[in-house]
Structure formats: structure tokens, C-alpha cells
């Protein structure tokens, strides 16, 4: 079964780091670009970041550009997303998501979301 | 970059068909067919529905249909049922290469 399970979520204070995982099972993890799509409590979703198959390119949301990195170990079928300097505006359920097309470079369409970690930033 | 225009909400009953719209501009719906709607229920996932414009994932039912003209794209739900009730979202690429989404259209069935 093709699976995505995130986590690393929490509670932290504004300006502080945190740093969230998505652990993927089920297909060929390398082969697919990942992304990262959040949804702030009642709100609509947004894209947060995505990177290719290889983690050889990235692609961030003016939001979160140069606060987040979002990278991958192919060799553990795993997905990660370094957020700093956070903001009350990032409290948001963070989800990753696998991209739709079987190919290196970023779709954005995505076929498999994992459950989602919540992130709440607050002091 | 701003968000996609969608309705609010859109209501409808059981049989009806809806049409839910987005709307964006030149450098995002208008500009390319990398449109999507994602259907999401409360504390759930989203769902993929419709990419590239009008194109169904394997398992969609065809009773939802995609279409764009200019820099608007829809979503048609035919033959509405109880289990369609839930919040639906667009989203695009952008000539900027981000991907931007709707706000999100709450649908009633009725």
C-alpha cells in the first residue's frame, strides 16, 4: 500500500525551528517528485515547497522563502522540511504529498497525501 | 502571488448537477492547462479529482468533469450525491513556477 506518514509537529515559540519528516512506503520514492502543501486551522490550502525526485531541485512559496528547506534521503525513503525563524502565520496541519507523474521534476499534482502533523507557533 | 477565486459556497440536490469556478489570471490559469481540484473532507486529506485541466485519476467517478476558458477553470459534479458534500479546491501553476490554490468552495447537497 502506498503510504505517507508524517512527523515532527508541535508546539513552538515564534523565531524558533522546527523540523518535520514524511516517511514514505509502497512505491519507488526516488522516482517521484514530493511536495509539501500546509492548511492554516479552517483555512484553504497552500503550497509550501516541493523538490524533484533526485533532490536535485527545489521550489519554495514567497511565504516561506529563506526560513525552509525542504530535502530528501532517497536511501531511507524519506521526505524533510527544516522550517526557522517561524512565525504565528505558519500555524498550519503540514502535509506531504506524492507527485501524480512518474517523472523527476515537480507536477503539481499529487495522488497520495499522508494525515497531515499540525504545527502551532506561539508563545 | 494572490490566491485562486473560488465561491464560497455552492449548493445543490441529490440528481442536480453544480459548477463550481475559479478564477486567476494570465500568469496562472491562463497561461497554462496545470489545472487541478482537490475534493477534501473535514480533518481529511485532499483528494485529487481532476488534473491537467479535465483529466480523471484512475478511480474518479465521471460524474466530475474539469474545463477551462480564458483565465477561468470549473468544476462540474453531475448526478449530485450525499457523499460529494465537502470542500473542493482548484489550483494552478504559475508562470512564476509555484503552485497556487483556490480558497475553497463548500458544497451542500441538499
Not at chain 2, 448537477?17 to 491562463?30: V, W
Not at chain 2, 481532476?50 to 483565465?71: E, M, T, W
Not at chain 2, 450525491?81 to 503552485?99: H, I, M, N, R, V
Amino acid at each position: 500500500e502506498v503510504q505517507l506518514l508524517e512527523s515532527g509537529g508541535g508546539l513552538v515559540q515564534p523565531g524558533g525551528s522546527l523540523r518535520l519528516s514524511c516517511a514514505a512506503s509502497g512505491f519507488i520514492f526516488s522516482s517521484y517528485a514530493m511536495t509539501w502543501v500546509r492548511q492554516a486551522p479552517g483555512k484553504g490550502l497552500e503550497w509550501v515547497s516541493s523538490i524533484s525526485g533526485s533532490g536535485d531541485k527545489t521550489d519554495y512559496a514567497d511565504a516561506v522563502k529563506g526560513r525552509i528547506i525542504m530535502s530528501r534521503d532517497n536511501s531511507k525513503n524519506t521526505l524533510h522540511l527544516q522550517m526557522n525563524s517561524l512565525r504565528a502565520e505558519d500555524t498550519a496541519v503540514y502535509y506531504c504529498a506524492k507527485d501524480f507523474w512518474l517523472r523527476d521534476e515537480p507536477s503539481r499534482f499529487f495522488d497520495i497525501w499522508g494525515q497531515g502533523t499540525m504545527v502551532t507557533v506561539s508563545s | 502571488q494572490s490566491a485562486l477565486t473560488q465561491p464560497a459556497s455552492v449548493s445543490g440536490s441529490p440528481g442536480q448537477s453544480i459548477t463550481i469556478s475559479c478564477t486567476g489570471t494570465s500568469s496562472d490559469i491562463g497561461g497554462y492547462n496545470y489545472v487541478s481540484w482537490y475534493q477534501q473532507y473535514p480533518g481529511k486529506a485532499p483528494k485529487l479529482m481532476i488534473y491537467d485541466v479535465s483529466s480523471r485519476p484512475s478511480g474518479v467517478s465521471n460524474r466530475f468533469s474539469g474545463s477551462k476558458s480564458g483565465n477561468t477553470a470549473s468544476l462540474t459534479i453531475s448526478g449530485l450525491q450525499a457523499e460529494d458534500e465537502a470542500d473542493y479546491y482548484c489550483g494552478s501553476s504559475t508562470s512564476t513556477s509555484a503552485l497556487i490554490f483556490g480558497g475553497g468552495t463548500k458544497l451542500t447537497v441538499l
